[in-house]
């Protein structure tokens, strides 16, 4: 492979060849090189399952790779643990977010090294004065002294890049940091990465949003099945033949699909399936308004921690809340009960599938019938024959890639347990389906299958509330927009509206008149 | 039982036996132990042993099945013991009404003991090892106070039947205990009630975001290990043929703990595994027993019986800590 | 986050509310000193504190574990091994009846630490196994507990337990002396952080490059090592080394960690609610004394509802503040 | 609505069973008023303290508190009484809260014969008499750290167990001991004085097995079941209390084989149990370990307030109940 790429000057800092690992049974990567240059952003791309987050742990020491060599500046290198690759100089933003939930953003910022003061004692003052002025810098706006576990996903998400590039760093790796980001806030991850361009940083950058790609990377590295399939610098490829290399499959056949997987608008019922009103919660969610009618796609628009995740878990009575009116069909619900929600038909595939979605140690079939389990019974007796026939159903139709329905869920790339949760909760045949970033990490090909599938889900009838943060499937996917900002409703888009451009005029607005 | 991921992998590599060590890691070691006895220790292989064996087990087995059940959800009961107290110390206050009604009332018993715990555990949120430690202390107490604290000979004949009679050769106690773990096997593989046990066990919140019944599923649990508690109180007073609650069952939850544990269910909750917790308990007897046959000193037995509970969790440790 | 430095609001209320266990020991202290004129007295306090500083060391070393999302079982046998140890060195002077236990201690706490932190065993069974293994190795070391070694009558060891400084047990200087100590490693240094991050996301804190097994190691090293001291501290208080103390601690120990707000589940947790949480159980324990008229199983029954009236106080206290 | 019935009459005052001293040792001076240095006080109006060691839920321990119970009640002194549940810790504290609640005279049943320092010396501060029941401190010095030891002597109550056991087999044999808690100095004594008696006089006894029973019936009975499938040839059996001879008669009972005859069995305690089950034929022979302590014990501060010296030690007599007199002393065993 390396006789193909072009010649460059800049340093190799660090080069993997010959990489294997695989779990009992599961090869995860079989051979893989690659070669990263000082100051290079290095896309390392592929679907999902391809091995990407697995090569990157063989890389930083999570993993030991089964064979293959390892070597960084130019010397042979095995990090036995994490802490020895960090040692060294290679610092890694995780692809679930990897920090402690249960300390301050501060703490997590500088764990490991704390600034101390006399005495070897930690010096908190410095830490949270350098964690304010590195979050501020970085443009997060977040108290330090916050519990990491209380901030949405997409703060956290913020915070582990910035603990990242605190360091000093001469390789950075992230995988899939803008998941959970807004436009805004990968804007000011692109700053940050330009900057460590500037450093002569090394950047190993992991993402399935294509623009992405080709707006900040250099070099590319695609993987499929634990293979590496092409390697060389990005502009000699277009979006398509990238798309392609992923996949596996002909141009022409990639060509035929959009941005986006969704139709046109749908048709949609006259009255509203589900509605809420004057939702509100102490410090979490001002005043908010929403409804969806049979056949619609809701979208919810907002900047990251507008309350958007906490909105919908309210809606499944997830979320306390003081005051507010949840209706389905016109019938009140029972506020804070999980429920009686989902018996009243609304289901929450949620955004954090780690802390809140999947059952680690269970198989995929499990997780996939958990919320079912009672439907799929007789006299509390479970019909494993209806299981598998339900599981069979969503593992195809969501072509979800694993070894078999017994494998342990954790064992699945990130992009396949989300795909087990969207089976989780369509396997209970929902009416109103509230989706928190259901694309989060899922790769092009996934995506669009998802995409479609909301679309074919609207078309059945079903209400469809589509929280995303990216913006451009947020208002292809969306039929009406319900804009949120400081935790209340601040505007409802319709029709002509629902652009980009309308969803951010739309919250400029909505902070002007606070 | 053990729900080996054989997909895909290749019989007899490394990783196919450092898994079979690992799901089977106890019974490789019982096996062991076996070979041991009927090597040193005299009359081993004889069926009067083997039925002793199985006969002495019953009380920790009934146990530690209830104790898998709530260790699966994350938790543990340390209040067995006491539970076991006040079944054995109601029995014979009840046996005038007659044996059945008095062991339900035994039984009822446990299960308000198991509702107290749950409910603290489920509803106050109280972490499950202090909730249970509070009837750890009281309850032994309670059992001596409804009893005035003495020994009392239970004479009742259908009792006495139920301790040291047997059918084709098989103890009552041993039969009951038979049945109780085919009873909790189903529950855990077969009925909504156990999968929904394992996955409030494996992640509470996504069990709560999946919309299941979290709170009930720990009440229950607790109401289950109570139950059983009281079930082994009742087996094992039937046997010594005396109600003695200030010394039945007594420390019995660390046996029953142990007896999970090295059968392959985690502490960490979100698997629960029947076959092996049975295996686990029948180890520790074995290992009791070749302790006392061979005349070991009790200190050089502590220490043995450590090492060797820390030898058989090493077997089947967890590789890699992912 | 529990970390004192974290929090701001300095009243009183805010304090009592954030220490739920502090506040039933408020309580408990103004009820008892308006009902017992012998409870509040200078000679009960100072008797009361010296009996819990014992545990109070031990139950330093719990929280720590317990920060880190482990727990140690063996602390009761360490404890009554080390008190063994003490008394039979100290025939070769005061320094030895000090180091002997402390280091044999500090050995046990690094191989359960190994066990733990590198084999990644459950510390509930590793740590079971210690409280066994010492357990047999004290009876081992004392002709199976029949021989009690007696310090030397003039050893200048025995000030270690009963010697006081200004009319204040040097039992409870050392006490105040290690809980301010623990309180910095816990709240203030790298060490502790990596307590807290170890217990509030294990997989987090290896991928943050945190030396995740070298901080297990030292954490059960540090638990055993405080038992041992308690240990010793205890031989220098009574004058010999007795063969039966120290059975159950670990469960007091334990309790007193969680009462005093510490998360069993780790990540949270604080020396000085467990510093309360100790007191707390001699406090209601000598007021049961007080009220008198108990016989010993009733008291059972009594101390197992107050802890279960505190448990659930302290939880409720303690959540309304969220 | 207890047809049970069964247990046993838990008081300690029934007039059968008082305590009888054997000897009054007279190894040191003795003690007086003067040499303690304490005040006279009239027991009548006293405050008694009492430390009970073990929870009250064996017929030893309950005999004991209820007789010491009965006789503070008889002499009209008011008692506290407190129990350390097993927990050494626990005693001295009891003692310590006792002091300060107002105790001027203290009976204690130690709960180890070391280790109760620290309660001495609180006590000799506040210059209280001490009187320790059932179990001797064996380094504490009469007359300073305490006044007087008041109970049986446990190793010659394991020669006693010795010689009945050479009694009911003839001398000859193979015996198993069902040894107490590990650590107790009860468990150790009643073992050198049966070993030592065997020893010297019934070589033919052979001791094939030593395992400990924990004082407990389950426990007796498992750890008898799994010895005789061992060791077949064992014809004897020596528990150190009644409740392990009781476990261990249901276990030869379940091995087929018949207590009191295929295997002889001797017990120490002589509950009302055991000596019941020598006259069904079970058990052979037990000694008695007599815990009505309260008449000795006030009777003894009685004498000593009133100037008498006491003696450092008082040892009682301990009956024992063999298929002789076991249906006539019945009524007496508690
Ligand atoms: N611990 C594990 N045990 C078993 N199989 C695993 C484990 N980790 C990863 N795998 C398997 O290895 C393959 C590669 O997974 P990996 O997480 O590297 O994919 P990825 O490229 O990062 O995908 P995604 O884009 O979805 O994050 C997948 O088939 C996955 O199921
Ligand atoms: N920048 C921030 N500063 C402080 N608190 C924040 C911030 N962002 C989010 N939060 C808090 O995080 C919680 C979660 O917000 P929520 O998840 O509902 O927002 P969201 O619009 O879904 O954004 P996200 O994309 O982060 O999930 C809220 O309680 C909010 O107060
Ligand atoms: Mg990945
Ligand atoms: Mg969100």
Redesign the interface.
Known sequence: MSEDMPETTAQVVLEASGIRKSFAGVHALRGVDFRLRAGEVHALVGENGAGKSTLIKVLTGVYQPDDGELRYLGEPVSFARPAAAQDAGISTVYQEVNLVPSMSVAHNLYLGREPRSGFGLVDFRGMRRNAANLLEDLGIDVDPRRQLGSLGLGVQQMVAVARAVSTDARVVIMDEPTSSLEPREVETLFELIRRLHQRDVAVVYVSHRMEELFQICDAVTVLRDGRLVHSGPMYEMTRLELVSTMLGRPLNEVRREGTTAFGGDHETGSTALLRATGLSRRGVLGAVDLSVKPGEVLGLGGLLGSGRSETVKALVGLQPLDAGVIEVDGRTVRKGSAASAIRAGVVLVPEDRKAEGIIPHLSVRENIVLAALPRLSRAGIVSRARQDQVVATFMERLRIKASSPEQKVNELSGGNQQKVMLARWLAMSPKVLLLDEPTRGIDVGAKAEVQSLVDDLAEQGLGIVLVSSDLEELVEGADRIVVLKDGSSVAVLTDSDVSVDGVMSAIAEGGTDE | MSELVTAGVRPGSRAHLVGLARDYGVYVALGLLVLVNLVITPNFLSVDNLRTQAVQVVPVLVVALGMALVIGTKGVDLSVGSVMALATAMLPMYLGYGPVVAVVICLAVGAAAGLLNGSLVAFIGVQPIVATLALLVGGRGLALVISGGQLREVRNPEIRELGAGSVFGVPYTVLVAVVLVVLVALLVGRTTGGRQLVAVGGNPRAAEFAGLPVKRVLLGVYVIAGVLAAVAGVLATARLTASDPSRLGELIELSAITAVVVGGTPLTGGRVRVLGTVAGAVLMQLITATLIKNDVPASVAQMAQALIIVAAVLVQRERNSS | MSTSQESRSGTVAGMVQRHGALGVLVLLLVVGGLAFDTFLTAYNLGNLAVQASFLAVIALGMTMVIVSGGIDLSVGSVYALSGVLAAYSARWGPLAALLVPLAVAAAIGLVQGLLVGKAKLAPFIVTLGGLLFARGLLQFLTDEGGETYLVPRDSAFLQLGQGSVLGIGVPVLIVVLLYVVGGIVLQRTRFGMRLFAIGGGEDAANLMGLSVTSTKVGVYVLSATLAGLAGAMNAAQLGSGVTVIGVGLELNAIAAVVIGGTLLTGGMGSVSGTLAGVALLFVIQDLINQVGGFNSNLQAVVSGAVLVTVVVLQTLLSRARR | ????G???N?GGTSGGGQQVTKTQDAGGAGCTLQQYGVEKLDLTKATVGFS?S??????FR?AE?ASITAEAKRVGARL????A??????Q???I???L???AQLLIVAP????????AL??AREKKVPVITVDRKL??AAPCKDYLTFIGSDFVDQGKRAGEAMAKATGGTGKVAIL?GS????V??DRTSGFKDYLKASAPGLQI?????G?F????G???T???L????GITAIYAQND?MA??AV?AVR??GKKPGQDIKIVSVDGTR?AVESIVAGDLNAVIESNPRFGPLAFSTAQKFYAGETITPTVIIQDKSYDTANAKAEVANAY
């Open positions: 609505a207890n047809p049970e069964g247990g046993a838990p009970q073990e929870k009250e839920a064996n017929p309950i508190t506290i009484t407190t129990n549940n097993s927990d050494l810790g626990k001295i504290s009891d310590q809260s006792m300060a609640q107002g709960l180890n014969s070391e280790g109760l320092e620290p010396r609180a064996s380094s040894l590990s650590g107790n100095n468990t150790t094939v097995a030593e395992q400990t924990d407990a019936r389950e426990k009975q498992q750890v079941e799994q010895l499938q061992a060791n077949p409740e009781l476990g249901t379940s091995a149990n």
